[in-house]
């Protein structure tokens, strides 16, 4: 309902007006940067299993020969990338949902603010075609909506 409006152009045509280019300019680039950390989290999390895997070789080889055996260092070496790796995703992760919740907040606001104005400035012609439920529920469900749907794109 929010995402194409019609509005009247200067030469008293209706057009068409979208509310994804004005949000895309606005917060597309803190959308990026979380993006970019939702993938690094994904790609820690496929690395995190072939780290284990080394420190499961490693076991399995130093159990077997006792002449042939790796340094421990390695192990140890195994043991604190499976830390790291563990610690970077998790952080990363709270990383992303902090910043998808900011951008999903500002956008609520953004469309709330919009909204409000517009509905101040519409003309009592128009106003008998909307109902005020139907301003508030633009405000309020739809736009948290809005704010919903960015955490988890």
Known sequence: MLHDLQVFTNTGKKGVASIKPPIIKSFGGVFLLGSLMKLICDVLTFAQPQVLSLIIG????????KEDRQPQWKGILYAALLFITAGAQTFMLGQYFHSMFVVGL???TA???AIYRKALLISN???KEA???EIV???AVDAQRFMDLTTYL
Do not use: F, H, K, P
């Open 58 to 65: 490693l076991v399995e080889d130093n159990s077997e020969d």
């Open 106 to 108: 500002r956008i609520r």
């Open 111 to 113: 469309l709330i603010n």
């Open 125 to 127: 012609a128009t106003r």
């Open 131 to 133: 109902t005020v439920g």
């Open 137 to 139: 529920n633009l405000m």
